[in-house]
């Protein structure tokens, strides 16, 4: 396993810490896919899964910024969006070389990127959602 979810991770608003949680079940996944013989068509499935859910992830945050209208709206999405084009470039890698050196990178950049944006970034805005009823 190569992330546990600890209450220092917590945002503070229970339906994203369920998401986040579940960014690390899928990363844990990702991860196990460098311990074992590799199949294919699974390991595309589990990256499809980290790509929808991610951005479902990603529009649930950026949905409240705007209902809310989060300050830090702009910067925050601009780093959600360079996640989003982190992650398609790794797919199209993906698709070309799918090697246990592959998964082990992948696996290195999504915990690296996902704690440190969890927080550094999403951290932020548990005191400006809590004040709007948020939690
Ligand atoms: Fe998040
Ligand atoms: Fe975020």
Redesign the pocket.
């Known amino acids: 396993m190569l992330l546990k979810w600890e209450p220092i991770y917590s945002?503070n608003v229970k339906e994203?810490d369920e998401?986040?949680k579940k960014m690390f079940d899928i990363i844990n996944r990702i991860y196990s896919l460098t311990e074992k013989s590799i199949k294919e068509d699974e390991s595309l499935k589990v990256i499809e899964e980290l790509i929808d859910y991610g951005n479902y992830?990603?529009d649930t945050?950026e949905k409240y910024f705007k209902k809310f209208d989060y300050p830090d709206t702009d910067s925050h999405i601009a780093q959600h969006d360079n996640y989003k084009k982190r992650v398609l470039e790794m797919k199209n890698k993906l698709e070309k070389s799918s090697d246990k050196e592959f998964y082990i990178e992948l696996s290195n950049f999504l915990r690296d990127w996902w704690l440190g944006?969890?927080q550094n970034v999403?951290h932020k805005y548990s005191d400006f959602f809590n004040q709007k009823g948020l939690y």
């Open positions: 945002v994203i998401q986040h992830h990603l945050e944006h969890i999403d």
